[in-house]
């Protein structure tokens, strides 16, 4: 089976997303070859990155870099995330090759094969999803309400991880709406024009497709009540082998939920840097030190060391 998988980033995350790509080629089913696109901007030169020794590692991808120009430029950028992000919004119009295309964000650590997500049938859906769990989330469901004027109850789903129809998106012209909406400054960007365009026309799928970090804790804490909406078999799946999903701090640059499932794929790929690694425990340790006797006992009944 061929996958066609898109990220969307720039220089400054080329070694996450180099750690991304590895663990998605590492744990390959033997008859999936991975047709690997990444979109940048102009200014980003991978020519002579080590993204382009991973094909001859692995020998089940083919890594095409295309560069965007133009497109969402002085677009509101947020909390760190650049204009590449609303790149994969256009995603139908760059990568004509294919019908439908899974898309991932890089601060993510892949866990399985991904033939079983891209086999979903999206009929007239315009993605695949997985839904911020607003059920569980008072909160969350005003929010949705008030910010956006969306009903909670049709889901709000994460755009990190997408199975993108890409056939459908065009047949219906939804890249011009998102370029439409592109222009506005919503809180959540990309994920919030997605969103509003297509409320209602997403094939819910289970947090195993992208096990964000307050999914991940939700199914620690709320176990039940999770099991009672996926499952208990896509809840085990999801803890077991799911997509790990960064989408607060990111393990190489700070401590966070699962970040040594992240550091043990970085050790074993080609990015591995000792200077870095070391410097970066080095500076978590001396953090650790400065703690008073108090928050350090806070910090232990937050993470025992039985979890």
Same mark, same amino acid.
């Given at each position: 089976?061929?996958?066609?998988?898109?990220?969307?980033?720039?220089?400054? +995350?080329?070694?996450?997303?180099?750690?991304?790509?590895?663990?998605?080629?590492?744990?390959?089913?033997?008859?999936?070859?991975? &047709?690997?696109?990444?979109?940048?901007?102009?200014?980003?030169?991978?020519?002579?990155?080590?993204?382009?020794?991973?094909?001859?590692?692995?020998?089940?991808?083919?890594?095409?870099?295309?560069? #965007?120009?133009?497109?969402?430029?002085?677009?509101?950028?947020?909390?760190?995330?650049?204009?590449?992000?609303?790149?994969?919004?256009?995603?139908?119009? %760059?990568?004509?090759?294919?019908?439908?295309?899974?898309?991932?964000?890089? &601060?993510?650590?892949?866990?399985?094969?991904? *033939?079983?997500?891209?086999?979903?049938?999206?009929?007239?859906?315009?993605? *695949?999803? #997985? &839904?911020?769990?607003?059920?569980?989330?008072?909160?969350?469901?005003?929010?949705?309400?008030?910010?956006?004027?969306?009903?909670?109850?049709?889901?709000?789903?994460?755009?990190?991880? %997408?199975?993108?129809?890409?056939?459908?998106?065009?047949?219906?012209?939804?890249?011009?709406?998102?370029?439409?909406?592109?222009?506005?400054?919503?809180?959540?960007? &990309?994920?919030?024009?997605?969103?509003?365009?297509?409320? *209602?026309?997403?094939?819910?799928?289970?947090?195993?497709?992208?096990?964000?970090?307050?999914?991940?804790?939700?199914?620690?804490?709320?176990?039940?009540?999770?099991?009672?909406?996926?499952?208990?078999?896509?809840?085990?799946?999801? %803890?077991?082998?799911?997509?790990?999903?960064?989408?607060?701090?990111?393990?190489?640059?700070?401590?966070?939920?699962?970040?040594?499932?992240?550091?043990?794929?970085?050790?074993?790929?080609?990015?591995?840097?000792?200077?870095?690694?070391?410097?970066?425990?080095?500076?978590?340790?001396?953090? +650790?030190?400065? +703690?008073?006797?108090?928050?350090?006992?806070?910090? %232990?009944?937050?993470?025992? +060391?039985?979890?």
């Amino acid at each position: 089976m061929t996958i066609p998988v898109l990220f969307t980033f720039d220089a400054s +995350l080329e070694m996450p997303a180099g750690v991304a790509i590895s663990s998605l080629l590492e744990n390959a089913a033997p008859d999936t070859f991975y &047709d690997i696109f990444i979109l940048h901007g102009p200014e980003a030169d991978f020519s002579k990155s080590k993204l382009n020794a991973l094909p001859e590692k692995y020998g089940n991808c083919r890594l095409t870099f295309r560069v #965007v120009e133009g497109e969402f430029e002085g677009a509101y950028e947020v909390r760190g995330i650049p204009e590449t992000a609303y790149y994969r919004l256009i995603a139908p119009e %760059l990568i004509p090759e294919y019908d439908k295309i899974l898309y991932s964000d890089v &601060d993510v650590i892949f866990r399985e094969d991904l *033939g079983r997500f891209y086999s979903v049938n999206l009929g007239s859906n315009c993605f *695949g999803g #997985v &839904d911020n769990c607003s059920a569980l989330r008072p909160d969350e469901q005003k929010s949705i309400g008030s910010r956006l004027g969306l009903d909670w109850r049709k889901g709000y789903f994460y755009s990190g991880n %997408l199975v993108i129809n890409s056939k459908l998106l065009l047949e219906e012209g939804l890249t011009s709406e998102f370029r439409r909406l592109g222009k506005n400054r919503y809180k959540q960007q &990309d994920m919030d024009i997605i969103n509003i365009a297509c409320n *209602g026309r997403f094939v819910e799928m289970g947090p195993s497709f992208c096990l964000s970090s307050f999914l991940y804790t939700l199914c620690i804490e709320k176990r039940q009540e999770m099991e009672k909406i996926y499952g208990a078999e896509e809840i085990e799946r999801a %803890l077991r082998c799911g997509i790990v999903h960064y989408n607060g701090v990111k393990p190489w640059s700070g401590a966070c939920l699962n970040m040594d499932i992240w550091w043990e794929y970085y050790r074993r790929s080609i990015f591995f840097d000792e200077a870095f690694s070391f410097n970066f425990w080095n500076s978590e340790m001396r953090r +650790l030190e400065k +703690l008073s006797l108090g928050k350090r006992i806070k910090l %232990l009944l937050r993470y025992p +060391l039985d979890r």
